[in-house]
């Protein structure tokens, strides 16, 4: 119960995202700068969730303005190459559960490991503040992403239905326990 009030009381009064020490990272071969994101990458950010949904964008600028400047705890980050953003992430401290609101890889760089890295920064980050899930939603469609999903970790927890509002799709919602400080 005490774990349980802690990550309410850090819900509503544990602030803005924390500093993000930017850095080089070697993924396949391949640098990436991984840092935080600004109101400044926001139009790029919607580029790329353009590219990722095939012209849909699911979030708009005042959506990704709300979430970087939210109270609750969170953490966004983003990751580039050669200077074009690439992909990114997006999460919530809500209680004692790490949530995932977006992750994004364009699509010429799926498949090369952004996706799980990205995934494994906000595992950390969750630790860090002391969380003992994280969790997220995904299309019932994107079969690839529940599969990246499952791979490392998480599983199904609940339909919920039409929980996309531009067409009514269904979500997964999954989740992942974690074990504490590696």
Same mark, same amino acid.
């Given at each position: 119960?005490?774990?349980?009030?802690?990550?309410?009381?850090?819900?509503?009064?544990?602030?803005?995202?924390?500093?993000?020490?930017?850095?080089?990272?070697?993924?396949?071969?391949?640098?990436?700068?991984?840092?935080?994101?600004?109101?400044?990458?926001? &139009?790029?950010? +919607?580029? @790329?969730?353009?590219? =990722?949904y095939q012209g849909?964008?699911?979030?708009? !600028?005042?959506?990704?303005?709300?979430?970087?400047?939210?109270?609750?705890?969170?953490?966004?980050i983003c990751m580039?190459?050669?200077?074009?953003?690439?992909?990114?992430?997006?999460?919530?401290?809500?209680?004692?559960?790490?949530?995932?609101?977006?992750?994004?890889?364009?699509?010429?760089?799926?498949?090369?490991?952004?996706?799980?890295?990205?995934?494994?920064?906000?595992?950390?980050?969750?630790?860090? &503040?002391?969380? +003992?899930? @994280?969790?997220?939603? =995904?299309?019932?469609?994107?079969?690839?992403?529940? !599969?990246?999903?499952?791979?490392?970790?998480?599983?199904?927890?609940?339909?919920?239905?039409?929980?996309?509002?531009?067409?009514?799709?269904?979500?997964?919602?999954?989740?992942?326990?974690?074990?504490?400080?590696?």
């Open positions: 119960m005490l774990k349980k009030f802690s990550g309410l009381l850090r819900t509503f009064f544990g602030g803005k995202q924390e500093p993000f020490e930017a850095r080089s990272v070697l993924i396949k071969e391949q640098e990436y700068l991984l840092r935080g994101i600004t109101d400044d990458d926001i &139009k790029e950010l +919607i580029a @790329l969730e353009k590219d =990722v849909e964008v699911p979030w708009t !600028r005042s959506a990704f303005l709300a979430e970087i400047h939210s109270p609750v705890p969170h953490l966004y580039t190459h050669r200077e074009e953003l690439v992909a990114f992430i997006g999460s919530r401290i809500m209680g004692n559960d790490a949530h995932i609101t977006n992750v994004a890889v364009k699509r010429a760089f799926q498949g090369s490991g952004l996706g799980s890295f990205l995934i494994d920064e906000v595992e950390r980050f969750a630790i860090m &503040k002391s969380c +003992i899930t @994280l969790s997220l939603e =995904v299309r019932m469609g994107n079969i690839n992403a529940q !599969r990246l999903y499952r791979r490392i970790g998480f599983e199904g927890r609940k339909v919920r239905r039409n929980y996309y509002t531009e067409n009514n799709e269904d979500a997964l919602e999954m989740i992942k326990h974690l074990e504490g400080p590696k």
